[in-house]
């Protein structure tokens, strides 16, 4: 267990819909990472964020957003979801946002889009 | 732009043989670079990672990469498989840049053990 939470586990939903992913970093983590992992396009880093900052961005496509809370929580959200948007999407945190710094993977969401 | 290859998205090795899955990287300046493994229906886990210093980098469950910057490959090996290390492994490659630390991932390599 590398203490990231992830929910839902599973997604299952409607092209054109809107749906919300949501990470608990470690305990005392700063920052967060999604990744996208899907067939086609391999493992992908998203978005990062740092102490409630916006710090790195990635292959995040503009129907996507993201935000962390005061309490370092974070949100992933995916809007007008097409069919290509099915994958599994991870959160990993770490303590600090230095490049040496080791990610934890929290167990991802698996999202559907019929 | 940084990137990695994997070579071989599948490997297949019998127990007790020794592992080896390819990673090469391409990167600008010197990288910093990453071994994940992923075990079925699970997030993925380090389990190692060069930065500076020593070039054989020793990590968790008896792997060990080294760090080849000649032939730019950072190749992950382990002298005696195990069932339970059939999982995906991920190199990945960090830019040294401050407000750059995002990984980018190479393809995988599904290793299966034979028994």
């Known amino acids: 267990d590398s203490g990231v939470t992830q929910t839902p586990k599973h997604l299952i939903t409607a092209t054109g819909q809107r749906v919300t992913l949501r990470c608990s970093p470690r305990s005392g983590d700063l920052s967060v990472y999604w990744y996208q992992q899907s067939l086609d396009q391999g493992l992908q880093f998203l978005i990062q964020y740092y102490n409630g900052e916006e710090r790195a961005k990635g292959n995040i496509l503009e129907r996507f957003s993201?935000?962390?809370f005061p309490d370092l929580h974070s949100e992933l959200n995916l809007s007008s979801l097409e069919l290509g948007d099915s994958a599994l999407y991870f959160c990993a945190s770490s303590d600090q946002t230095g490049v040496t710094d080791t990610q934890y993977f929290g167990p991802g969401t698996r999202l559907t889009v019929l | 732009a940084q990137s990695v290859t994997q070579l071989g998205s599948h490997v297949s090795v019998s127990e007790g043989a020794l592992v080896l899955l390819r990673c090469n990287y391409s990167s600008s300046v010197p990288p910093y670079l990453f071994w994940y493994v992923q075990y079925p229906n699970?997030?993925?886990?380090?389990?190692?990672?060069?930065?500076?210093g020593a070039?054989?980098?020793?990590?968790?469950?008896g792997f060990e990469a080294e760090?080849?910057?000649?032939e730019t490959s950072f190749h992950l090996t382990k002298p005696?498989?195990?069932?339970?290390?059939?999982?995906?492994?991920?190199?990945?490659?960090?830019?040294?840049?401050?407000?750059n630390?995002?990984?980018?991932?190479?393809?995988?390599?599904?290793?299966t053990i034979i028994p």
């Open chain 2, 55 to 61: 070039t054989l980098v020793k990590g968790i469950n």
């Open chain 2, 42 to 52: 699970q997030g993925l886990q380090l389990l190692l990672k060069y930065t500076t």
């Open chain 2, 101 to 111: 630390e995002k990984l980018t991932f190479g393809t995988g390599t599904r290793l």
């Open chain 2, 67 to 70: 760090f080849k910057k000649s």
């Open chain 2, 80 to 99: 005696s498989a195990h069932m339970s290390d059939a999982a995906e492994y991920f190199c990945a490659v960090s830019d040294i840049f401050f407000g």
């Open chain 1, 66 to 68: 993201a935000q962390q």
